[in-house]
C-alpha cells in the first residue's frame, strides 16, 4: 500500500518538479563532496599541527635541558642554583601561552643571576700573578698567600667589573692601594686594587663591563699591575674558576 502510495505520487510528478528534483540532488551531492574536502583539510592541518607541536615539544625539551646545564655551570662555581620549577613538557598543557612565560621568566632571573655574577676579565692580558701561596714579592726566600689573580697592564689602562652589582668601597684600603669593592649577587664581591685612577663612587650601581677605574701601581705594589679578588662569604676564592664558562 505504501508502495502503490509512492508510485502514483512519483507519476503525477510534473516535469518541472522532476528537473528541480534532480537539481535538487546534484547541489547535495556537489556540497557532500565539498564537505568531505573540507574534512579532509581539516585532518591534515591537524596532522601537521601535531607534527609541528611534537617539534616544539622537543625544542622546549631542548632548552630545558639547556637551562639545566648553565644551572650546572653555575652551581659548580658556588653559586645558588635557580630552581625552576619542573616544567611538563611531555603532557599537554592546559596554556601554550603559560608554557612560554615560564620559560620566559625563567630566562628572566638566569640573564640577571648571569649579569650579577662574575665572569671573565676585568682587562684582557697575561697574568703574572697566581691564587695561593706564592714567593714573596718583598721578601725575598719567603712566602705569602695571594687572594687573588694579578693581571699585567700598565699605568693608566682601562679596569673593568666582571659583573653588576654596587660599588661598596672607593678609595685607599692599605696594600690594595686605590681599591675598588664591587657586591654583587649570592654574597659575591670583586675587589680591584692597585689602581691609579678610581672612576666609581661608594653606593654607586655598577652594569657589567662598566668602566670602574685605571691600572695603577699604589699600596704594596712592585709595578704597575691589576689585583682582581673575589670574595664569597667574606673569603677570598680562586677567580680562575669565574674567568671561564667551561671549567
Ligand atoms: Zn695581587
Known amino acids: 500500500m505504501v508502495l502503490m502510495t509512492a508510485i502514483i505520487r512519483l507519476s503525477t510528478q510534473t516535469e518541472q518538479q522532476r528537473h528541480e528534483n534532480s537539481r535538487l540532488q546534484s547541489q547535495i551531492a556537489t556540497l557532500q563532496g565539498e564537505i568531505d574536502k573540507t574534512e579532509q583539510n581539516a585532518l591534515l592541518e591537524t596532522a601537521q599541527k601535531d607534527g609541528q607541536r611534537s617539534k616544539a615539544v622537543s625544542y622546549l625539551a ?15 662555581r658556588g653559586l645558588r642554583n635557580i630552581s625552576f620549577r619542573k616544567l611538563n613538557i611531555d603532557e599537554k598543557p592546559k596554556s601554550e601561552t603559560k608554557l612560554y612565560a615560564d620559560f620566559n621568566n625563567y630566562l628572566d632571573r638566569l640573564v640577571t643571576t648571569i649579569a650579577y655574577t662574575p665572569m671573565g676579565y676585568p682587562r684582557l692580558s697575561s697574568f703574572t700573578s697566581f691564587f695561593g701561596s706564592r714567593g714573596n714579592p718583598f721578601d725575598f726566600g719567603g712566602s705569602e698567600f695571594h687572594p687573588g689573580i694579578d693581571f699585567s697592564g700598565h699605568k693608566g689602562d682601562p679596569v673593568k667589573c666582571t659583573a653588576s652589582g654596587r660599588v661598596i668601597f672607593a678609595g685607599r684600603a692599605g696594600g690594595y692601594g686605590n681599591c675598588v669593592k664591587i657586591r654583587h ?22 652594569d657589567v663591563g662598566q668602566l670602574i677605574g685605571k691600572v695603577g701601581s699604589t ?18 676564592v680562586n677567580p680562575k674558576q669565574y674567568l671561564s664558562l667551561n671549567l
Not at 686594587?193 to 653606593?203: C, R
Open 62 to 76: 631542548d632548552i630545558q635541558s639547556k637551562l639545566k646545564r648553565i644551572n650546572e655551570y653555575m652551581s659548580k
Open 185 to 206: 649577587n649570592n654574597n659575591i664581591e670583586t675587589w680591584y686594587g692597585h689602581l691609579s685612577k678610581i672612576n666609581v663612587k661608594e653606593g654607586q650601581r655598577v
Open 219 to 236: 699600596g704594596r705594589s712592585t709595578g704597575p699591575h691589576l689585583h682582581y679578588e673575589i670574595r664569597k662569604n667574606g673569603q677570598p
